[in-house]
């Protein structure tokens, strides 16, 4: 009885505060703007594992609240976006860079992308983009900056990891879907293992780092990433 009583009096006490989350923020956070814990490397060096990345969900649309369904749609995800999405394959949650759109043909020949015929461009990446990463992990790696038309990002590979996904031949992309993939390029679950990703299937874009911590080494704060924008 007594436990009774207390749990009425906890309810009575914080229903207003239950009631303003479950009728305000959750729809906010579904329609409007979001966070997303990144727990894995595939999107290294530009997203390290420990960031909380900021996701926009009104970037392209507005959404039924914790729904899919679309109310209105003002643009669609663009070349070189970082977009939040649901993977076709099994619907897990995944951060990922746009690298073709409807329309576009895509080839890869060792980990050098071509879209519509055009090879991309390559150059050395600035030190200071990768610093955030793991002594060991930069020590094996190979950095560039790729331009994906006026656009540029970093991209990664690691030569020691045997992968059969540094080439692939010659596809379109087929209307109302998007390849995507992650910028660590030979350690990313992505279009060339599941297929194009569905219009619908993409939430929103992340546009920024809000907090970082390394889940590598006792969660210490990555103070230099903290409020940094996305490219």
């Avoid at 992650?182 to 599941?194: A, E, P, T």
């Avoid at 929103?204 to 103070?223: C, H, K, M, W």
Wanted: no cysteine; charged share 25%; aromatic share 10%.
């Amino acid at each position: 009885m007594k436990r009774f009583l207390f749990i009425r009096r906890q309810w009575s006490e914080w229903r207003s505060t239950i009631l303003v989350i479950l009728l305000g923020i959750v729809p906010l956070k579904s329609s409007f703007a979001d966070w997303n814990w990144v727990p894995t490397s595939s999107m290294n060096p530009t997203i390290l594992e420990g960031d909380l990345v900021y996701v926009n969900k009104l970037a392209y649309d507005l959404r039924v609240p914790l729904t899919l369904k679309r109310l209105s749609r003002w643009g669609d995800p663009e070349a070189g976006d970082i977009v939040v999405l649901f993977s076709p394959e099994d619907g897990t949650r995944l951060v990922k860079r746009v690298v073709g759109v409807p329309g576009d043909t895509l080839e890869m020949r060792n980990n050098i992308l071509f879209v519509n015929g055009q090879r991309l461009r390559y150059e050395v990446l600035p030190e200071r983009v990768f610093d955030g990463l793991e002594a060991d992990l930069r020590a094996r790696a190979v950095f560039a900056k790729e331009s994906l038309g006026d656009r540029e990002h970093a991209v990664m590979a690691i030569p020691a990891v045997v992968t059969e996904r540094r080439s692939f031949a010659r596809l379109q992309v087929p209307e109302g879907k998007y390849f995507v993939m992650g910028d660590n390029r030979d350690l990313s679950q992505d279009s060339r293992y599941f297929g194009f990703a569905d219009r619908e299937q993409i939430v929103g874009e992340a546009t920024a780092v809000i907090v970082s911590f390394n889940i590598l080494d006792r969660y210490q704060p990555r103070l230099g990433r903290f409020f940094t924008e996305l490219r």
